[in-house]
């Protein structure tokens, strides 16, 4: 799933093109692109008709459309292969064209939902008094929030009683992280994804924040991370951050920093990939 630099770069995209913009109608081309929206597809277009979408935003891997002037917000959620994209009227629909929103104005652009495998979809809710769609009001800050509390990271972090990597997949804790920036992360700073967290001084806590910040806006300044054509950004382009990961995809290669080959392992139904002389295991106590 898209993790927090490739929401950023859609999220910045459509504040380029979309923002401020009156919405003339909606369509609901498949149904379960709005099954999150209870009251049904109907209801859904004839709430949006007519209202003003104002800056996009986001926090973690969540992103929301709010309406100006109402108290409520188009949550997307994009899943494995939701896209958002910003097309000319005249484009031909896309093969899995699930939602089209039309503007009130001459721009002759519209949005477009396309979602291959139909996990994602929109939603509206109502926000919360911070502006948040009420259903995440739940998720933690993300580190690139001007407002992350690096310390309540850290004294949550050890009280959390886990391993470092669940923990950095953890959304109440930290959000935005997922599989592929938390190896990467992990890898830059040396610690294998088993480590417990009770045992991290903050130093170390604060060292691994810097390697999150690091390789999160590092991701973001080509793109994100793309490995087929179902993430791209609301122009169509796909980013360009996978040719420079560093442990996440490399198993067998040499590892970059000591040359030992990167490993792999199974890990909650997905992959840890890692450097065992870089990355040592944590000793099993007795």
């Given at each position: 799933m898209p993790e927090l630099p490739e929401v950023e770069v859609v999220r910045r995209g459509l504040e380029r093109?979309?923002?401020?913009?009156?919405?003339?109608?909606a369509e609901v081309l498949h149904p379960r692109a709005v099954r999150r929206h209870i009251?049904?597809?109907?209801?859904?277009?004839?709430?949006?008709?007519?209202?003003?979408?104002?800056?996009?935003?986001?926090r973690g891997k969540y992103l929301w459309l709010p309406l100006e002037d109402t108290n409520q917000s188009v949550l997307a959620h994009l899943g494995m292969s939701g896209q958002?994209?910003?097309?000319?009227?005249?484009?031909?629909d896309e093969k899995h064209l699930r939602i089209r929103v039309r503007f009130a104005?001459?721009?002759g652009t519209e949005l477009r939902f396309v979602d291959q495998r139909t996990f994602g979809g929109l939603s509206l809710h109502d926000n919360t008094e911070d502006g948040l769609p009420d259903v995440i009001a739940h998720i933690a800050r993300d580190p690139l929030d001007p407002l992350f509390d690096d310390e309540a990271f850290h004294q949550n972090l050890r009280r959390k009683r886990s391993t470092i990597k669940r923990a950095l997949l953890d959304q109440s804790l930290i959000s935005g992280v997922g599989n592929i920036y938390a190896d990467e992360a992990l890898?830059?700073?040396?610690i294998h994804y088993?480590?417990?967290?009770?045992?991290?001084?903050?130093?170390?806590?604060?060292?691994?924040?810097g390697h999150v910040r690091d390789v999160m806006n590092a991701a973001l300044a080509v793109g994100g991370t793309s490995f087929d054509s179902l993430y791209v950004n609301v122009n169509g382009e796909s980013g360009y951050f996978d040719r420079s990961l560093d442990a996440y995809g490399r198993e067998?290669?040499?590892?970059?920093?000591?040359?030992?080959?990167?490993?792999?392992?199974p890990w909650m139904n997905r992959s840890s990939y890692f450097c065992p002389k870089c990355q040592r295991a944590p000793r099993v106590s007795s």
């Amino acid at each position: 799933m898209p993790e927090l630099p490739e929401v950023e770069v859609v999220r910045r995209g459509l504040e380029r093109w979309v923002a401020h913009r009156a919405v003339a109608e909606a369509e609901v081309l498949h149904p379960r692109a709005v099954r999150r929206h209870i009251a049904g597809a109907d209801d859904f277009t004839h709430r949006l008709k007519g209202h003003r979408i104002g800056v996009p935003s986001r926090r973690g891997k969540y992103l929301w459309l709010p309406l100006e002037d109402t108290n409520q917000s188009v949550l997307a959620h994009l899943g494995m292969s939701g896209q958002l994209l910003v097309q000319p009227q005249e484009s031909p629909d896309e093969k899995h064209l699930r939602i089209r929103v039309r503007f009130a104005d001459g721009l002759g652009t519209e949005l477009r939902f396309v979602d291959q495998r139909t996990f994602g979809g929109l939603s509206l809710h109502d926000n919360t008094e911070d502006g948040l769609p009420d259903v995440i009001a739940h998720i933690a800050r993300d580190p690139l929030d001007p407002l992350f509390d690096d310390e309540a990271f850290h004294q949550n972090l050890r009280r959390k009683r886990s391993t470092i990597k669940r923990a950095l997949l953890d959304q109440s804790l930290i959000s935005g992280v997922g599989n592929i920036y938390a190896d990467e992360a992990l890898w830059r700073a040396r610690i294998h994804y088993e480590r417990p967290t009770a045992g991290f001084t903050r130093p170390r806590s604060a060292e691994l924040l810097g390697h999150v910040r690091d390789v999160m806006n590092a991701a973001l300044a080509v793109g994100g991370t793309s490995f087929d054509s179902l993430y791209v950004n609301v122009n169509g382009e796909s980013g360009y951050f996978d040719r420079s990961l560093d442990a996440y995809g490399r198993e067998g290669l040499p590892c970059k920093r000591c040359g030992t080959p990167m490993r792999r392992r199974p890990w909650m139904n997905r992959s840890s990939y890692f450097c065992p002389k870089c990355q040592r295991a944590p000793r099993v106590s007795s």
